[in-house]
T-cell receptor
Framework: NAGVTQTPKFQVLKTGQSMTLQCAQD?????MSWYRQDPGMGLRLIHY???????DQGEVPNGYNVSRSTTEDFPLRLLSAAPSQTSVYFC?????????????FGEGSRLTVL | DAKTTQPPSMDCAEGRAANLPCNHS???????VYWYRQIHSQGPQYIIH???NNETNEMASLIITEDRKSSTLILPHATLRDTAVYYC?????????FGAGTILRVKS
């Protein structure tokens, strides 16, 4: 039982490149989300999903795309990376059928955009 | 979601209780109070949550005032491994908004 798995753990991009951060979970959680954390700051919600085929925006969605084709996976796409997107990205999930309760976080993906 | 106010940092002696305050004066009736912590740069770890009653689990206790405008997280016997950033969040639904949190330093 791996929980929440994020890949890659580290990535360096050049400005304008695209990439996808992967998030996979094996807990059958309906709710999945992406946060970013800039140095010395709290986490900010980018996008979230309450189930396959359903996504919604969080606080800072610009520059990011998401899709949810399966319960297990919730990839985050950067179409044209910018230095302002240098950050640590966390995926978080929550069990089904509740709007409250514990979020389970992955270990993070550290992205540097040059 | 209601905003929260936490002190930027606190110190606590090892073995003593750590009491972390949080103000949430604009909390709505259906919003829960959550506490998470983040050790180094790891993913945040859930600690506890509550609506209006006090709550206790194996990690901590959560005391919510009767008017629900503030709360206190209590770590009963702090250890060096409790040194972390502690986040107080109030929310109902799908958007948990993290603030800057409180840096708790447990010292021997």
């Amino acid at each position: 039982n791996a929980g929440v798995t994020q890949t890659p753990k580290f990535q360096v991009l050049k400005t304008g490149q695209s990439m996808t951060l992967q998030c996979a979970q094996d807990m059958n959680h309906e709710y999945m989300s992406w946060y970013r954390q800039d140095p010395g700051m709290g986490l900010r919600l980018i996008h979230y999903s309450v189930g396959a085929g359903i996504t919604d925006q969080g606080e800072v969605p610009n520059g990011y795309n998401v899709s949810r084709s399966t319960t297990e996976d919730f990839p985050l796409r950067l179409l044209s990376a910018a230095p302002s997107q240098t950050s640590v990205y966390f995926c978080a999930t929550r069990r089904s059928g509740v709007t409250t309760g514990e979020l389970f976080f992955g270990e993070g993906s550290r992205l540097t955009v040059l | 979601d209601a905003k929260t106010t936490q002190p930027p940092s606190m110190d606590c002696a090892e073995g003593r209780a750590a009491n972390l305050p949080c103000n949430h004066s604009t909390i709505s009736g259906n919003e829960y109070v959550y506490w998470y912590r983040q050790i180094h740069s790891q993913g945040p770890q859930y600690i506890i949550h509550g609506l209006k009653n006090n709550e206790t689990n194996e990690m901590a206790s959560l005391i919510i005032t009767e008017d629900r405008k503030s709360s206190t997280l209590i770590l009963p016997h702090a250890t060096l491994r409790d040194t972390a950033v502690y986040y107080c969040i109030v929310s109902y639904g799908n958007k948990l908004v993290f603030g800057a949190g409180t840096i708790l330093r447990v010292k021997s």
